[in-house]
Antibody
Framework: EVQLVESGGGLVQPGGSLRLSCTAS????????MTWVRQVPGKGLEWVAN????????FHVDSVEGRFTISRDNRKNSLYLQMNGLRSQDTAIYYC???????????WGQGALVIVSS | ETVMTQSPATLSVSPGGRVTLSCRAS??????LAWYQQNPGQAPRLLIY???TRATGIPARFSGSGSGTEFTLTITSLQSGDFAVYVC?????????FGQGTKVDIK
């Protein structure tokens, strides 16, 4: 069974940093593009960033560009999202997902809640 | 960015019934359109990609159609687990963007 598990969420003050992790079991992340998608509770989904199989290509949406960085360690079968300069607007559930043949999510984790508040 | 608009916001249907959900893109996205099902407190579940291809394990009761700017998701013989929020997503134009969702609830 394919399972993705996010960790590292929590409460952080504005301007602070967090690092989310996503660890996979039942599949090798190294064969897939990977993505982070976030969702404000009760609201819509927002694509955050994605990365190719070997990490040589990475893309971040404008709202997080320069503050968030996606990375991966295929040896550890893990994906990461380093979040710096956090803002209240970044409060959301962050999901990691494997991508299919294009930029859509196939397997999803259960999500990690990030709350940015003083 | 490409705005995805779903309609209606809520749809009430009886178990065993049929629903057709709409998704419109603000510009053409070809057939680069996915549909997800999301239950409360859960992650999205991929149903359809490339506008009409069912994901692995998705029953034939779910079907997608459309291209360009107009897309539909049809669900027949609604079962209890189908009462959820359905979200469309385009992935033709960066950044990928999602609709706000249509909630299908029990009539």
């Amino acid at each position: 069974e394919v399972q993705l598990v996010e960790s590292g969420g929590g409460l952080v003050q504005p301007g602070g940093s967090l690092r989310l992790s996503c660890t996979a079991s039942g599949l090798s992340l190294g064969v897939s593009w990977m993505t982070w998608v976030r969702q404000v509770p009760g609201k819509g989904l927002e694509w955050v960033a994605n990365m190719n199989q070997d990490g040589s290509e990475k893309f971040h949406v404008d709202s997080v560009e320069g503050r968030f960085t996606i990375s991966r360690d295929n040896r550890k079968n893990s994906l990461y999202l380093q979040m710096n300069g956090l803002r209240s607007q970044d409060t959301a559930i962050y999901y990691c997902a494997t991508e299919g043949t294009n930029d859509y999510g196939v397997h999803w984790g259960q999500g990690a809640l990030v709350i940015v508040s003083s | 960015e490409t705005v995805m608009t779903q309609s209606p916001a809520t749809l009430s249907v009886s178990p065993g019934g049929r629903v057709t959900l709409s998704c419109r893109a603000s510009q053409s996205v070809g057939n680069k359109l996915a549909w997800y099902q999301q239950n409360p407190g859960q992650a999205p579940r991929l149903l359809i990609y490339d506008a009409s291809t069912r994901a692995t394990g998705i029953p034939a009761r779910f079907s997608g159609s459309g291209s360009g700017t107009e897309f539909t998701l049809t669900i027949t013989s609604l079962q209890s687990g189908d009462f959820a929020v359905y979200v469309c997503q385009q992935y033709d134009i960066w950044p990928p963007t999602f609709g706000q969702g249509t909630k299908v609830d029990i009539k």
